[in-house]
């Protein structure tokens, strides 16, 4: 795909011709994320572990898939010279793309520290005695907030 974009520009093709194959690599992320979306409500940390993927591909993951403002960049390297419309038109979704991630990588972030913090309160209840219902409560309290999680991941 990215190859067939790289020669359409390098063509001087029509704006509408490109837009054939943007939609095109549109409608396969889309669908890439819907079968994640799938993935993520039967196996989140399936997801998160990422472990099918080679080491390359892993240097851009990013919980549990890539990191669109980097895919972003890429293309735009890729397909240089643009014009100052088009090179705007790959910028202004790569700003917002990335400034999505932050505020998912922090809230993931809160949340998992939350998790630790749960998890390692009193673990062996206040009296040090390993009350099996404190524990109860706090794996309950702790699978409610990777249920949390869970939701944040997908959304």
Request: glycine share 10%; proline share 2%.
């Amino acid at each position: 795909m990215i190859n067939d974009m790289r020669s359409s520009v390098n063509s001087h093709v029509g704006d509408n011709e490109l837009w054939v194959l943007v939609d095109g690599v549109m409608s396969h992320y889309d669908e890439i994320f819907r079968l994640k979306g799938i993935g993520a409500k039967s196996d989140v940390f399936h997801l998160l572990l990422g472990m099918w993927k080679t080491p390359a591909e892993r240097c851009f993951m990013w919980l549990g898939g890539f990191c669109s403002s980097e895919l972003l960049n890429i293309l735009g390297n890729q397909l240089e010279p643009l014009k100052d419309q088009q090179l705007m038109g790959i910028c202004n979704p790569q700003q917002s793309s990335q400034q999505a991630e932050d505020a998912l990588s922090q809230g993931v972030e809160a949340l998992q520290q939350s998790l630790v913090d749960t998890l390692s309160s009193n673990f062996l209840g206040h009296t040090g005695s390993g009350n099996v219902a404190d524990y109860m409560e706090q794996m309950a309290i702790a699978m409610g907030k990777l249920a949390t999680l869970e939701n944040f991941l997908i959304r």
